[in-house]
């Protein structure tokens, strides 16, 4: 049934992306000027108010922000959040869908304290990119990941040296960090959590010496997201299949694409372990099924 179903969907991509103003047009979203970042972790100004602390916010067309939660200056372990498809700026704020990354930076924090009660820890969603707005032309090309990668970059390098940084990507947003990942050696772990590809054929084509994690509940429709990439359009190798080589760690009972953060699963006490860099400690699968 899985097969019948991928090949189904692999020939509606093709034909969708075969030919019409959907295949050729241009992004409409020109280059964004770099997202400013507040000098030593100081609040923008102004901002709304959040949950957590807005080191950097552009409210300018579908909006970027960095939201941080903990104390950012002095944490050993750091966990940056990237959002896929879907997100800006006032959902962000707004807080009103399922898999919203401040509920997962505040759902995070609590359970990694309560497995180190004395680590420094911080978490820090970050949304300093224009992702796609739906599940579009965008969503299935790379520009926006270009993009994103080199703003994410950017802002990495400007993390206390010395911290353990963990990357978790989730959806589209793995694919910006699979484009960053070569230029950040500073980070020690990556999580690709329904991830449709990360522009890479394997670990190894990522050119990173962090570890490479990846998870995929058993029920997220995007398993059937075609992993290729044909004029520009698709990300590559599936990250929990084999062949890609990331460590894929278990789910437990969270479902569809939106559940990854949920409370007191599995997912999310992977998610501290590997965060807090006890890497051995990590519930792991050998096959594609979490």
């Not at 969503?139 to 963990?166: H, K, N, Q």
């Not at 995007?222 to 698709?234: A, K, Q, S, V």
Request: hydrophobic share 40%; glycine share 12%; aromatic share 6%.
């Amino acid at each position: 049934m899985k097969t019948l179903k991928t090949f189904a969907l692999t020939t509606v991509f093709s034909v969708v992306t075969g030919g019409g103003s959907w295949l050729t047009g241009t992004d409409p979203h020109s280059r964004l000027p770099e997202l400013e970042l507040m000098a030593g972790g100081a609040a923008v100004a102004g901002a709304p108010a959040t949950p957590g602390r807005l080191v950097a916010y552009d409210p300018s067309g579908d909006g970027r922000a960095i939201e941080v939660f903990g104390d950012l200056a002095t944490a050993r372990h750091i966990a940056v959040l990237v959002p896929g498809t879907g997100w800006d700026l006032e959902k962000l704020i707004e807080g009103s869908r399922q898999a919203n990354p401040v509920d997962a930076a505040q759902r995070l924090l609590p359970v990694m304290k309560s497995m180190a009660p004395d680590a420094r820890t911080a978490v820090v969603v970050w949304l300093g990119y224009d992702a796609p707005e739906s599940i579009d032309r965008q969503a299935f090309r790379s520009e926006r990941a270009i993009e994103g990668a080199d703003a994410l970059v950017g802002y990495v390098r400007t993390l206390p040296a010395g911290a353990s940084i963990t990357l978790v990507g989730h959806s589209y947003g793995s694919v910006v960090i699979g484009r960053a990942a070569s230029r950040l050696p500073q980070v020690s772990d990556i999580v690709a959590l329904a991830s449709p590809g990360m522009d890479a054929l394997s670990v190894a084509d990522l050119g990173t010496g962090a570890r490479v994690w990846a998870a995929r509940a058993d029920d997220d429709p995007i398993e059937f997201t075609p992993h290729l990439r044909w004029i520009g359009y698709g990300h590559e190798t599936d990250p929990i299949a084999p062949e890609f080589g990331a460590t894929v760690f278990r789910t437990g009972p969270v479902h569809g694409h939106g559940g990854y953060y949920s409370k007191g699963t599995e997912c999310l006490d992977n998610l501290a372990r590997i965060i807090l860099g006890r890497a051995g400690e990590v519930t792991r699968v050998s096959s594609g099924l979490s």
